[in-house]
């Protein structure tokens, strides 16, 4: 034990003479254990690349190991509790910046409200919240490397989120609450008798059908087969990124066409879409094309080669499964928590009833929903999806308000989990509590200011700032519609231990730093008996 504690002490004292004859000891020992070679000659080069190949962040506080090599230590205890290990450092280093490891790199935290204010201040051609979507594509995603190097280079389809989608919602509702009462007849038939569905499953089904309607309208929403083969691609791009980036970057090329079940869904998404495309060009060009999709918004922005059909088919596959997966995640965190906590749900109905009594089925009865808004709110506030948000890249050497140095490319984020169970910003903060935050709800701007979309500096789940997620408006609509016609429509329970009052909630497990909702359990779902 004190020889270790010794070696310890040494290399955290001289990391770089530690790298050095750790990976001359590779060298040494390479003929006689090959296992110990390789295992040492992985931590040498992943130490040599943090501390020769990164920026130097040694100013920066460390939590747990500050050594490059030793740290590998706590890549594995972050992934494996993401939103614990980040908690220590945000209680550790109050109102101050600190790191954490992640296996290529150290990402650095702004513990601070003031750090997110200057934030919102700074040029995006200093610190780059593009930049970290670039550096994400290639590398996780594999949108660059997978689909052509031109999704990881021009992002216009954000632009269309952001602008038509939002602006659009009100007159498209209708088209959703169609699509909505389609798909749910469809994958939780109402009946008299319980029966078990996974959420997971359902509500993604859902979910895909119902933004189908608003990227490629009918009848291709109706289409179960393009919609599974868009599915089962997002889902190979998912996977095949997460294989692919355990080798070296120069590799990664050179691994794709050893990928089959990518590139056959890529194939068959293309020969689904190309037609569906080519017909739209036609129509248009013939002047009689008059649709109101995300299709035809992209074919009106596309320029030169994205007006590629191959492209078009491509882009709509990455709204769609933006779409598709955070909003499915967020609404079953939301079901899950509303099964546990049954005695919510009169309330929520009352309030749903009254709104849509006044306004009909449409975006405004939504809009009046503030119970079941404040529900959302809580639930992504306890459940954010990630332990680490506002994502930022530095393009240059940047220097805070309070003398913290961020040097050229370093990756910075915000420790959201952290923020949102402090108990200074939420008393009893890791208590669930649904309506929390209806009774601040006044009328008009304060009821805006206090919706699940609107963003502060502390609560910022969709990001903070000119760079938060434009996709939330949309998400909103979808999640309150598909929330309302599950609750006016249908009882439900959790199949496993459930008792009067709802049950204990399932555990939730985290994929990498991504919090992800229980895959297995079961919700039991009837028509509702009034």
Request: neutral net charge.
């Amino acid at each position: 034990m004190a020889i270790l504690e010794l070696i310890t002490q040494t290399i955290d004292s001289h990391p770089i003479l530690a790298t050095f004859l750790c990976a001359s000891f590779c060298l040494y020992t390479y003929n006689e254990s090959k296992k110990v070679s390789e295992l040492l000659w992985s931590w040498g080069a992943l130490g040599f690349s943090r501390l020769w190949l990164q920026p130097d962040l040694r100013h920066i506080p460390p939590v747990g190991y500050s050594n490059p090599i030793l740290s590998f230590i706590d890549v594995y205890r972050y992934h494996l509790d993401s939103v614990g290990f980040v908690q220590k450092g945000y209680e550790k280093f109050k109102n101050q910046a600190f790191k954490v490891p992640a296996p290529r790199r150290w990402v650095v935290y702004l513990n601070g409200s003031k750090y997110l204010e200057e934030l919102r201040k700074i040029p995006e051609d200093v610190l780059s919240s593009r930049e970290i979507i670039l550096l994400i594509s290639p590398k996780a995603t594999q949108a660059g490397l997978f689909l052509g190097p031109n999704f990881a280079q021009n992002h216009y389809h954000m632009d269309i989120i952001r602008h038509q989608m939002t602006r659009k919602v009100p007159d498209f509702f209708p088209e959703l609450l169609e699509e909505v009462r389609e798909s749910f007849q469809k994958f939780i038939p109402l009946e008299n008798d319980w029966k078990a569905h996974n959420p997971n499953k359902a509500i993604l089904n859902i979910i895909a059908q119902s933004m189908t309607r608003v990227s490629l309208g009918m009848p291709h929403c109706r289409d179960d087969e393009l919609i599974g083969t868009g599915l089962a691609l997002s889902s190979h791009l998912h996977f095949s990124s997460l294989f692919v980036a355990a080798f070296p970057e120069f590799l990664q090329p050179y691994i794709v066409p050893f990928l089959p079940g990518l590139l056959r869904n890529k194939r068959k998404w293309l020969k689904m879409l190309t037609p569906i495309i080519e017909e739209r060009k036609r129509l248009i060009q013939e002047g009689v094309e008059d649709h109101m999709d995300v299709l035809s918004w992209l074919m009106d922005e596309a320029k030169g080669p994205e007006i590629a059909s191959e492209n078009l088919a491509f882009r709509i596959l990455l709204i769609n499964h933006a779409s598709f997966s955070t909003t499915t995640l967020i609404t079953v965190h939301i079901l899950y928590h509303m099964a546990s906590e049954l005695h919510y749900l009169p309330s929520l109905r009352q309030e749903m009833e009254e709104a849509i009594a006044e306004e009909g089925w449409t975006k405004n009865a939504m809009d009046k929903m503030h119970k079941l808004d404040s529900f959302i709110k809580e639930t992504m506030r306890m459940r954010p999806i990630s332990a680490g948000l506002v994502g930022h890249k530095a393009v240059q050497d940047y220097t805070f308000s309070d003398g913290t140095f961020i040097p050229k490319n370093t990756v910075l984020v915000a420790p959201v989990a952290a923020v949102q169970y402090d108990e200074a910003n939420y008393p009893n903060a890791h208590e669930f509590q649904g309506f929390r935050f209806v009774d601040q709800k006044g009328d008009g701007d304060e009821s805006s200011r206090r919706s699940f979309v609107s963003l502060t500096s502390d609560y910022f789940p969709f990001g903070h700032g000119n760079h938060a997620c434009p996709g939330r408006f949309f998400a909103a609509s979808s999640m309150k519609l598909v929330l309302t016609h599950l609750l006016i429509n249908y009882d439900f329970m959790l199949e496993k231990g459930a008792t009067a009052g709802g049950g204990k909630r399932p555990n939730d497990f985290f994929v990498g730093v991504v919090r992800i909702p229980n895959q297995q359990a079961r919700l039991l779902f009837r028509k509702r008996q009034v």
